[in-house]
């Protein structure tokens, strides 16, 4: 980490000017699996996230579901986390950060939105392996 920011605050700020396709961002997934780790956010809800993410893009890459409709679940997804991160007293917070700026950058533009959401998706799918490694590291 430089300049005491977490892995999860570089991301976010990486994500202004970069895809989640690009190495710098995903040499940063271990940290940022870590860091939700220690952050204390349960297995259950990464899992549950991520295979939102998973499968909202695994739909539109199959075009299952438009635009539209991911957008909505977008929107949904992002009020989901923030409630349970009010629920859990903060417990998700990290993973709420990442979240919201993976699903604020894919929002950002509806022609890049498949796109992105499958990086994201991706870069996610490191993330929780990240995570789960850290319950072997101990």
């Known amino acids: ?18 895809s989640f396709s690009d190495d710098e961002i995903m040499k ?5 699996g870590e860091a939700i780790k220690r952050n204390g956010t349960e297995k259950t809800k ?5 295979g939102q ?6 739909a539109l890459k199959t075009k299952t579901k438009t635009i539209e409709q991911a957008k909505i679940e977008l929107y949904k ?10 629920r859990q007293k903060g417990k998700t917070s990290k993973l709420k950060k990442l979240i919201d700026a993976a699903l604020d950058n ?3 533009n509806d022609a890049d939105l498949k796109k992105r959401l499958l990086e994201f998706s991706d870069f996610f ?3 929780m ?10």
């Open 106 to 108: 894919a929002l950002e």
């Open 1 to 18: 980490m430089s300049n005491g920011k977490s892995a999860v605050d570089e991301v976010v700020d990486l994500l202004k000017t970069h």
């Open 46 to 50: 990464l899992r549950e996230y991520f």
């Open 125 to 127: 799918e490191c993330v």
């Open 129 to 138: 392996g990240y995570y789960t490694y850290e319950d072997i590291k101990k």
């Open 77 to 86: 997804m992002k009020a989901r986390i923030a409630y349970d991160t009010q």
């Open 53 to 58: 993410v998973k499968a909202l893009a695994m």
């Open 28 to 32: 940063k997934a271990e940290k940022v």
